[in-house]
């Protein structure tokens, strides 16, 4: 069986055969508890959207992955570590010690030590109507944040990305995330606004959710049973899975692009059946085209592995354009989606 075979299976048997969260996760009904100080910034800036930058807290993207008639949906922002507050352990001065004692302080100074960092997260989702007016809170998230790192390997300039996921129904959504130092003296701020498209959106063609490429993948005994914050990864149903953010890879790399159609519509047999075309593009000039593949599937998935290196062609560095053109063998309906990427 071919590996890209192997990808699609192994995602549809999680779809098919795993919950996508845990029915232990914390729902919408559950109250959270915003700190008034941090609930205040929210509310003074929301009129404006102004991000607060005591904390540089930025937004990154969103994935949503259809569950049911809702979306399991992820959200990525990302800060720096010098903005965490990584600190190491304390060494009062003692002004009495002896040399000996004061050279012991000094070479265990100067060993690695271990620099940790504790910062709490606050997430409110406000529902907005079709003008974008804010119609009400929808959820509230809170998720604290612990993390240990070794001084040898600490880069304060290092930028990390964090990510958590949770259930929304269809619609449209504003974002409110903060990051607060455990005083509450320094707080970041973001807002950002999202969309979860209704099947009526799909009414006369397909669509896509957001694409991304796969960096890793591994299999997790069950799912999560809370909301949880991750470093530079995601959760998916029993997955754990670590995408590309910056979409720049060397020819030794490949694509291994992940999404779900949106629209389809089953066949007699329950089935998917679905024609999808690939094709690199660079500028208007179409550089490497792949023989279109049909599929017949139980759930409109599409995992697979795409090649960097052919024996027919060279690609030299520089910006592509990743094309996609499905049709719906049953429907009829087709879908077009276009994604960047950069080769070094």
């Known amino acids: ?61 969103t994935f949503y992955f259809p569950y049911q008639s809702d979306f399991y949906t992820v959200f990525f ?19 009495k010690k002896g040399k000996q004692e004061g050279k012991q302080e000094e070479q265990i100074q100067e060993e690695e030590q271990i620099l940790s960092c504790n910062v709490d997260f606050f997430f409110r989702i406000y529902s907005l109507e079709e003008d974008g007016r804010v119609k009400n809170i929808h959820k509230e998230i809170y998720l604290p944040y ?66 991304f490429f796969v960096k890793s993948l591994k299999r997790m005994p069950s799912p999560d049973s809370a909301i949880t914050l991750y470093k530079n990864l995601f959760h998916y149903a ?21 999404y779900f159609i949106l629209g389809m519509n089953p066949g007699e047999d329950g089935k998917f059946k679905f024609e999808v075309s690939y094709v690199y593009k660079k500028g208007e000039e179409d ?20 090649g960097l290196s052919f024996e027919d062609k060279k690609l030299e560095p520089g910006e592509y354009t990743l094309g996609i053109l499905i049709k719906d063998k049953n429907s009829k309906k087709e879908g077009r989606e276009n994604t960047r990427f950069i080769l070094k």
């Open 287 to 306: 550089v490497v085209k792949f023989e279109p593949r049909v599929e017949n599937v139980p759930a409109p998935i599409v995992s697979i592995p795409l």
């Open 238 to 258: 029993t997955l754990e899975i670590e995408p590309y953010f910056d979409h720049e890879f060397s020819l030794q790399e490949r694509l291994d692009i992940f």
């Open 146 to 211: 612990a993390d240990q790192v070794g001084s040898k390997d600490y880069n304060p300039e290092e930028e990390n990305v964090y990510s958590f996921g949770t259930i929304f129904p269809p619609g449209r959504y504003l974002l409110s995330g903060a990051a607060a130092s455990l005083d509450l003296t320094k707080i970041g701020l973001f807002f950002q606004e999202f969309y979860l498209p209704t099947p009526s959106d799909f009414k006369k063609n397909l669509g896509i959710t957001p694409l």
């Open 77 to 95: 922002s990302k800060v720096k570590n010098k903005d965490l507050g990584y600190v190491a352990p304390f060494f009062a001065e003692n002004k």
């Open 1 to 61: 069986m071919k590996s890209s075979q192997k990808f699609i299976i192994i995602f549809i048997s999680v779809l098919l055969f795993f919950p996508t969260v845990s029915r232990g996760q914390r729902t919408e009904e559950e109250a959270v508890k915003i700190p008034k100080e941090v609930a205040s910034v929210m509310e003074a800036n929301l009129p404006t959207r102004e991000p607060k930058l005591d904390i540089p807290l930025s937004y990154v993207k």
